[in-house]
């Protein structure tokens, strides 16, 4: 077997410069063992002349047939055809008891096709070559006479067209293979690389052959041309993209600002018509109403190729023009723009995409320093830090940051770094407090909403705004809540005697003159029952939260009914506390000061008590 040479038995150009390898493809009988040598002798014959013998190659003992034996360059430089076999002798390169091969067939040829002369000028089949024909063919054809000197079955024709009548310097438009010897050699070239020169009023055609050997004519035929009249596009100019020019990446920033190319050619006609390629996406037709027209490009185009998962770098970008009426296939292509491309967004995708917030995000709560209620400063906490925290969006990374910013200004206050071991929907606090003159903006006006903004490097995702309840009026303080019941006893108690009675309800009045609540605050008072008067033993059990809201009289009553849980248990010489708070848009505007009164439904001395259901022990 001789190496890189193919079943035709055509010997490569470039073997025939270096020499051949020849592989022994089996081991013949009593091969040479440690100490002893074989011979391999090449027998070359040539057609027409007679066989003659190569110098004898050694092979020492023990023979390894997987390297090969070599046949030096300079026995090759002949065109000729040979057949070529070797004999093995045994221990002397002239012993007379050898074994043989068969022949293997080559052809060496070191002679290019149309070395004796010129290549004559290819012709178009077509002369002129149409619109009608770029639009309905698949091939263009073209005509090589075939006449030249050393043709031979296999020969290559590589096929060059040009606007200009200068020699190509580029690689072949089509290359075709032909199997016969005789006969006119038809180049059927794609439409598509013609549609492209169509501009040209004039195509100038060159050719070069190369054999199965691989030699190249050293020189392009004559100049052969053909006349075009179609009427095509001309001039297209490669897409501009601004977003790609401004940032050197289309990232969700700039999507957001709006990503567009530019297509811009001659020889515009109106309804021409066009499609864009985006990587691998192909807008649908749509007409080109004048130039430079720009085209907006959608988010779905820009995440089509995968830019929401992966980076892509260098990604075509071309837009391809033909006449109304005319198929696709017939268009002129622009040069390609390279983009660069990352919508890699960190967290959850967005409904939205690119939209900056994601309304999937949760919240950032703030805590002031006293108050410590997420969401609500008040006075207390004026002049100290705050604190913020937040949960971590799903999928977190090493490196990302989250920023907090405040309706205040827009620069950031604190910055979260997500770190090793960070997970999904776990609760952190930001790296650092918010200072209060950030919270103030640097002046006199608090914040009032705060949302974050995730940055992986290249996109960033915002939270939803959070509303805060900010209120740094001290509240004002009123009067305590007055125990209407209680003017009936001389020491201002309620007892078995106060009508009406304690099991009906308890009586208050609120009279928070002179400071009055504004109509619809909401009132929060809270009862807080205790064993012994005044504040002596609290009962946690006779407890109870209630809201309703300021009508807008001067004064205001609310009575207490629930006497099994609220009055019951304050039966001997209880106390009970009363508060409350004037709340209006979200703040406390006003606190009471604490009320208190005695209860007692026990008659001295008897164990019996006063109830609903009369006077007994029962009653307690």
């Known amino acids: 077997m001789v190496e890189g040479v193919p079943a035709s038995g055509v010997v490569p150009a470039p073997l025939i410069a270096k020499g051949l390898n020849v592989f022994i493809t089996k081991l013949w009988s009593n091969s040479a063992g440690l100490g002893s040598s074989d011979f391999i002798v090449f027998v070359w014959a040539p057609d027409g002349a007679a066989p003659y013998k190569l110098p004898p190659i050694e092979l020492e003992g023990p023979v390894d047939i997987t390297k090969p034996v070599v046949i030096p360059p300079h026995f090759l430089q002949k065109n000729e055809m040979v057949n070529l076999s070797y004999e093995v002798h045994p221990d002397f390169p002239d012993s007379q008891s050898y074994e043989y091969s068969l022949s293997t067939r080559l052809k060496f040829d070191t002679l290019a096709p149309g070395a004796n002369g010129d290549l004559s000028a290819p012709e178009s089949v077509l002369d002129p070559i149409t619109s009608l024909d770029l639009a309905t063919r698949s091939t263009i054809d073209f005509r090589v006479l075939g006449d030249y000197w050393g043709r031979d079955k296999g020969d290559t024709v590589l096929f060059w067209a ?20 005789v006969g006119e050699m038809i180049v059927n070239v794609p439409v598509a690389e013609i549609s492209r020169l169509s501009a040209s009023p004039v195509l100038y055609l060159f050719y070069k052959v190369m054999d199965e050997s691989l030699n190249t004519s050293h020189q392009f035929s004559l100049v052969g041309k053909v006349n075009v009249l179609a009427d095509r596009p001309t001039g297209l100019l490669a897409p501009d993209i ?3 020019t401004k940032y050197g990446l289309i990232h969700r920033a700039a999507a957001r600002e709006g990503v567009f190319l530019t297509i811009n050619y001659t020889n515009y006609k109106p309804r021409d018509q066009c499609v864009y390629h985006w990587g691998k996406y192909t807008s649908p037709v749509f007409t080109v109403p004048s130039v ?3 085209v907006d490009v959608s988010w779905l185009v820009l995440i089509f190729n995968g830019a929401d998962s992966v980076r892509l770098d260098n990604v075509p970008v071309t837009y391809t023009v033909f006449r109304e009426n005319d198929p696709i296939s017939s268009g002129i292509t622009s040069p390609s723009t390279l983009i660069n491309e990352n919508q890699i967004a960190p967290g959850i995708e967005n409904p939205k995409a690119p939209a900056l917030v994601n309304e ?4 950032v709560d703030i805590f002031g320093a006293v108050s410590n209620k997420a969401n609500e400063i008040d006075s207390t906490d004026v002049n100290k830090n705050l604190r913020a925290s937040f949960k971590l969006h799903k999928n977190p990374k090493v490196g990302e ?17 997500v770190k090793l071991g960070d997970a999904e929907g776990t609760v952190v606090d930001f790296d650092s407090p918010i200072t209060w003159l950030a919270f103030m903006g640097g002046g006199t006006t608090p914040s009032t909403s705060a949302h974050y903004v995730i940055d992986n490097g290249v996109n960033q995702h915002q939270s939803p705004d959070r509303t805060l309840i900010v209120n740094l009026v001290p509240p004002a303080r009123i009067p305590r809540v007055i125990f ?7 020491n201002r108690m309620y007892t078995c005697a106060t ?3 304690l099991w009906k309800g308890i009586n208050l009045l609120f009279d928070p003159r002179p ?15 205790y064993k012994n008067y005044p504040d002596r033993n609290l009962l946690p059990g006779v407890f109870r939260e209630f809201n309703f809201a300021w009508q807008g009289a001067p004064t205001q009553n609310f009575v207490v009914t629930d006497y099994n849980i609220l009055i019951r248990p304050l039966n001997n010489f209880s106390g009970v506390m009363v508060t409350y708070q004037v709340i209006h848009n979200g703040s406390v505007v006003a606190e009471s000061i604490p009320g208190y009164a005695q209860l007692d439904r026990k008659y001295p001395g008897s164990g019996n008590f006063c109830g609903p259901s009369g006077i007994g022990p029962g009653e307690a």
Not at 164 to 177: A, D, E, R
Not at 360 to 363: D, H, K, N, V, Y
Not at 401 to 417: A, D, H, K, Q
Request: hydrophobic share 35%; proline share 12%; glycine share 6%.
């Open 401 to 417: 940051v989250v920023s907090l910013i405040l309706s205040s200004g827009p620069s950031v206050v604190t910055t979260y770094r």
């Open 515 to 529: 400071y009055i609540p504004p109509v619809g605050a909401t009132i929060k008072m809270k009862w807080q029952g």
């Open 292 to 294: 430079p027209f720009r």
């Open 484 to 490: 209407v019941d209680t003017a009936q006893h001389p």
């Open 162 to 181: 040009s606007s200009s009548n200068t020699l190509p310097t580029g690689v072949p438009i089509h290359t075709q293979t032909f199997a016969s010897d």
């Open 242 to 244: 601004p977003a790609q």
């Open 499 to 501: 009508r009406p009675e």
């Open 360 to 363: 999937l995000f949760g919240l």
